[in-house]
Nanobody
Framework: QVQLVESGGGLVQAGGSLRLSCVASGRTFSINRMGWFRQAPGKEREFVSS????????YYSEFVKGRFIISRDNAKNTVYLQMNSLKSEDTAVYYCAADSRSTAGLGTWDYWGQGTQVTVSS
């Protein structure tokens, strides 16, 4: 099993920046990808960004391209999401996720964090 803990959420003004962190523990050797999702009340959870643990291939949703940057520090078992030029519509609970090497290629996410609230005021 892998445990994920997010941090860095809070209240920020529109146009500002925020950096989220996600620390993985447990069987971290089994991680294939780590990523970020977000969900606002009454709305569907949506994909934000992901990164491969080995190789560093990244993916971004169209809504955050050019504004958000995902990065990793394998030695610290941590993934980051640098969020710039924040908009009110970015307000949501942000969840960290990871998938296992054993399910690589299936398009699944196997582990989830508890989430961290991001609120952008206009």
């Amino acid at each position: 099993q892998v445990q994920l803990v997010e941090s860095g959420g809070g209240l920020v003004q529109a146009g500002g920046s925020l950096r989220l962190s996600c620390v993985a523990s447990g069987r971290t050797f089994s991680i294939n990808r780590m990523g970020w999702f977000r969900q606002a009340p009454g709305k569907e959870r949506e994909f934000v960004s992901s990164i491969r643990w080995s190789g560093g291939v990244t993916y971004y949703s169209e809504f955050v391209k050019g504004r958000f940057i995902i990065s990793r520090d394998n030695a610290k078992n941590t993934v980051y999401l640098q969020m710039n030029s924040l908009k009110s519509e970015d307000t949501a609970v942000y969840y960290c996720a990871a998938d296992s090497r054993s399910t690589a290629g299936l398009g699944t996410w196997d582990y989830w964090g508890q989430g961290t609230q991001v609120t952008v005021s206009s």
